[in-house]
């Protein structure tokens, strides 16, 4: 599973081999026939566990919350495995790189893990909402899907990497803001 994401990460789906995973891995083909059937089973398996892993952190950050959190608190939460992530590098960022790349190319008829991902926007709009009177739920969610595209274009694009070069409270101090940024939206009108 190790080997996979990696791969994942660093090519999309569209470039993983087979080979270079058993190699990886040093498993041989057979075992991944034997355990998964096929590579796009293993791969849909890897991406699940990512997904999974990186909901569950984001889940249980915001879920810590004390009813007197504020906006950046909520959006340290959010971002919080993300930033954990380009911190640490190594296999945490190959998770978020992966997560990334499916958050944005959705393999075609995978909807495993709706229910997560919606489970976790009623979980941040309810958090959300008290901040934010006057704003529907509507839009908060298209704030938090905006909010999360941001996070994932960050775990692929080039100032990503420069972003994981900064010590982890730089990284904080830097991200959280725009964050909650988008979170608040803007009050002016006209």
């Not at 704030?143 to 775990?155: D, F, H, K, V, Y």
Request: include cysteine.
């Amino acid at each position: 599973m190790s080997a996979v994401v990696e791969v994942l990460a660093q090519r999309g789906q569209e470039g993983v081999t087979l080979r270079e995973v058993t190699d990886r891995a040093e498993a041989n083909v057979a075992a991944v026939s034997y355990h998964f059937g096929s590579l796009k089973t293993l791969c849909d398996t890897a991406i699940e566990d990512a997904l999974e892993q990186y909901l569950d952190a984001q889940m249980a950050a915001v879920d810590a919350l004390d009813a007197d959190s504020d906006i950046e608190e909520l959006a340290a939460a959010f971002a919080g495995p993300m930033m954990r992530a380009l911190a640490a590098g190594g296999r945490e960022l190959a998770v978020m790189r992966t997560v990334a790349r499916v958050g944005i190319d959705p393999p075609k008829g995978w909807d495993r893990l709706t229910a997560k991902f919606q489970q976790s926007r009623r979980d941040i709009v309810r958090e959300l909402s008290p901040m934010l009177p006057g704003v529907g739920d509507q839009e908060l969610n298209f704030r938090i899907r905006c909010a999360a595209g941001l996070l994932n274009w960050l775990a692929l694009a080039p100032v990503g990497a420069e972003l994981a070069a900064e010590p982890p409270g730089q990284i904080e101090r830097w991200l959280v803001p725009v964050l909650a940024g988008a979170f608040r939206g803007s009050s002016a009108t006209g």
